[in-house]
């Protein structure tokens, strides 16, 4: 379920630019080079056939749609998955942050751990602004936070606020 919530994500990044000419994309070609018959030379409609050089191309790429949809419960589930896995690997801890000491105790501690990927969970403006320029270091919103966020973070902090509306975001507010 993880890897097809992550696949869904992966191909809804992709553009999908690739693309060429055909025989009727390429200018000009317009009427027909030598009559059908009597000239000896293999018949021809187009100067911008495959066959010739500078014509259009037979059967080259054109542009995709790659974009995928996936059930909303399944993205539920697939995060409620690797937040268990995550907490069950002991990569979750949950703080409190409430006053400025803590969160430079925080900023302290995570820039000594800064070669870990770390993700912060966070419904407050002041933490996202103070550790955003962390190198290493995501800080999200409970609802801004993906799947992908969760599988790349070596170390998941969530702060106690942020706790109550992701567990109301992944269950419905059951």
């Known amino acids: 379920l993880i890897a097809q919530v992550l696949y869904v994500y992966a191909n809804n990044e992709r553009k999908g630019t690739s693309s060429v000419k055909g ?16 000239t000896g030379r293999a018949r021809s409609g187009s100067i911008r056939s495959p066959l010739w050089v500078g014509g259009g191309v037979a059967f080259g790429p054109n542009n995709r749609n790659w974009k995928r949809s996936i059930n909303k419960k399944m993205v539920q589930k697939a995060m409620c998955i690797m937040l268990s896995k995550r907490n069950k690997e002991e990569l979750v801890k949950f703080v409190d942050i409430d006053s400025k000491n803590e969160l430079k105790s925080l900023r302290d501690k995570v820039t000594k751990e800064s070669s870990k990927k770390s993700l912060l969970v966070s419904d407050s403006e002041k933490v996202s602004l103070a550790l955003r320029n962390v190198k290493s270091f995501k800080v999200t919103t409970p609802m801004g936070v993906n799947l992908k966020d969760l599988v790349g973070a070596k170390n998941i902090l969530i702060d106690m606020e942020a706790l109550n509306i992701l567990e109301k975001r992944l269950t419905n507010g059951k």
């Open 23 to 38: 025989k009727g994309d390429v200018s000009g070609g317009g009427r027909k080079p030598w009559k059908q018959k009597g």
